[in-house]
Structures are given as C-alpha cells and as structure tokens.
C-alpha cells in the first residue's frame, strides 16, 4: 500500500471541474449583487433629493456610501472571474469538461483496481500441482 496519502489523479481533475463551476458560481452571484445595488441607485437619489432634515440625508449618504463598496466588491469578483467564465462557456471547453468527467470515471476505477484490496486468481494449476479445488492427487 501506499505511505502518505497525495492526492490522486481522479481527485486533482475532479478538484479543477470543482473549482471551474465554483468561479462560475461566484460570478453569477457577484453579478446579482451589482444588478441589485444599482436597482437601488434610484431610490438612494431620491431620498436624498426629498429629505430636508441634514441628519437623515446623511444616514441616508452612509446608506449609499455602503451600497456602493458592496457593488464595487462584487463587481471586482466578477472581473477578476470573467476570463475563466468566459472560457467555461466555449463549446470546445464544454466538450473538454464532458471528456474530463469520463475521464475522471476512468481513472477513479483505476486507482480503485490498483489500490484496493487485490486478490490473485491462478490460472494454471501450477501452483497445486495439478490438485484443483482442494483435491488430494492419488
């Protein structure tokens, strides 16, 4: 058997297919976070244009202030994501991604026959000196 465990073939494929839908996750996530806070923009204007008491229009500047720093880190996720979603959405990477999880398929049985536990099926009767099943040659 094998000495300290490292990661398998099988798993460091499977870990990239992860992480592939993981950025596209977080990319479409971030981009409802952007859609949302600028939905607000208007409503953030307005109750600032129609608010006569200083106090609460400044409330309402922190309000905006916050709004924009969550906008601005979802939509600095998204950019730094694009490219790999980009990439992700080609029919040639869709294509790789079928091919690598049949591959992962693959490899996993392998990995299984070559770590599990083995057991040896003779294929002669070499090893018994002709006696089959336990027989007693006389």
């Known amino acids: 058997m094998r000495g300290e465990r490292e990661k398998l073939p099988s798993e460091a494929l499977q870990d990239f297919l ?4 993981a950025c596209q996750d ?3 996530a971030s981009k409802a976070i952007v859609q949302e806070e600028e939905s607000k923009h208007q409503d953030f204007w307005h109750a600032l244009e129609l608010e006569p008491k200083a106090e609460k229009r400044s409330r309402i500047a922190t309000v905006i202030h916050n709004s924009r720093v969550r906008r601005r880190e979802a939509k600095d996720k998204m950019q730094m994501l694009e490219r ?3 990439f992700a959405r080609k029919e040639q990477t869709k294509l790789l991604f079928r091919e690598l999880k049949k591959l992962i398929k693959e490899q996993a049985a392998e ?5 599990g536990e083995r057991e040896y099926k003779p294929r002669t009767d070499a090893l018994t000196g002709g006696v089959q099943d336990g027989a007693n040659p006389s």
């Open 18 to 21: 992860t992480w592939m839908k």
């Open 26 to 28: 977080e990319y479409e």
């Open 84 to 86: 790999v979603v980009l």
């Open 111 to 115: 990995e299984a026959r070559i770590y």
